[in-house]
């Protein structure tokens, strides 16, 4: 079983937070309510579904959730690059969030690569038996 309380998850949990103050800043003082809607649903997530991997039912739904995470952070980096391109965010708030943003994706790709490999390399070595070749019938039942 996984530990709840890996890094990788506090990491997201802790952008997470991060994500959530930057919403409520570009809605209280920049009065943004669009591009703040979709990084704060893409930023949380990220999270979110890293949770649901650490307390996943089997190795391929524990691989599914960490791609779903990173493809999240991945979009939460789309919304940010608008939100500093559109001066919602300053240069400096955008690279320490950005900086964030960035290792999730390292840390996670790297579980999903590693993950894809052992599950490659697990394939090649299964093969599936016929069930003929399992249970032969007996000549006079043929």
């Given at each position: ?16 937070i ?31 579904n ?22 999240e ?70």
């Amino acid at each position: 079983m996984r530990q709840a309380d890996d890094p990788v998850t506090e990491k997201a949990k802790l952008f997470a937070i991060r994500i959530i103050r930057l919403y409520q800043h570009l809605t209280e003082e920049k009065r943004e309510f669009v591009l703040s809607k979709q990084v704060l649903r893409s930023g949380t997530s990220v999270g979110a579904n890293r949770t649901e991997a650490v307390y996943a039912c089997s190795d391929k739904d524990f691989l599914y959730k960490n791609k779903v995470a990173l493809s999240e952070c991945a979009e939460t980096l789309y919304w940010l690059g608008l939100l500093q391109a559109t001066g919602y965010i300053t240069d400096e708030r955008f690279s320490t969030i950005f900086n964030d943003c960035e290792e999730l994706i390292k840390i996670l790709t790297s579980i999903v690569k590693t993950l894809e490999s052992k599950k490659d390399s697990l394939s090649g070595q299964v093969r599936e038996v016929p069930l003929d070749e399992m249970y032969p019938l007996p000549d006079e039942l043929l």
